[in-house]
């Protein structure tokens, strides 16, 4: 089993800026692809970008592609999501997981991830 930590949520203005990083223990994480999901109440968990083992492919929802991008540090065991351009439709609470890196089911099936963090919020402001 994976731990994740997510961190650096917050409140920012429309076109403003956040990074988010999600800490992993437990599991090597060169062996894990990793990938960010958000969520508001009520609603599924929205796929918002994925990374590979050893960050070498990225793939995002069509809503962030141009603002958004994830990256990973192996040698520390972190993935990364820096939004740039932020809107308020970007609000949600954001949740990194984790997989198998081997794994070939849908990148965008939440169910596919077997480890999630406890997520953090991101709200931006109009």
């Known amino acids: 089993q994976v731990q994740l930590v997510e961190s650096g949520g917050g409140l920012v203005k429309a076109g403003g800026s956040l990074g988010l990083s999600c800490a992993a223990s437990?599991?090597?994480?060169?062996?894990?692809?990793m990938a960010w999901f958000r969520r508001n109440p009520g609603n599924e968990r929205e796929f918002v970008a994925h990374?590979?083992?050893?960050?070498?492919?990225?793939y995002y929802a069509e809503s962030v592609k141009g603002r958004f991008t994830i990256s990973r540090d192996n040698a520390n065991n972190t993935a990364r999501l820096q939004m740039n351009n932020l809107r308020p439709e970007d609000s949600a609470v954001y949740y990194c997981?984790?997989?198998?890196?081997?794994?070939?089911?849908?990148?965008?099936?939440?169910?596919?991830?077997?480890?999630w963090g406890q997520g953090t919020q991101v709200t931006v402001s109009s």
């Open positions: 990374i590979n083992g050893n960050g070498g492919t990225t």
């Open positions: 437990g599991r090597t994480f060169s062996t894990m692809s």
């Open positions: 997981a984790a997989r198998n890196m081997y794994s070939v089911s849908d990148i965008n099936d939440p169910r596919t991830y077997y480890d």
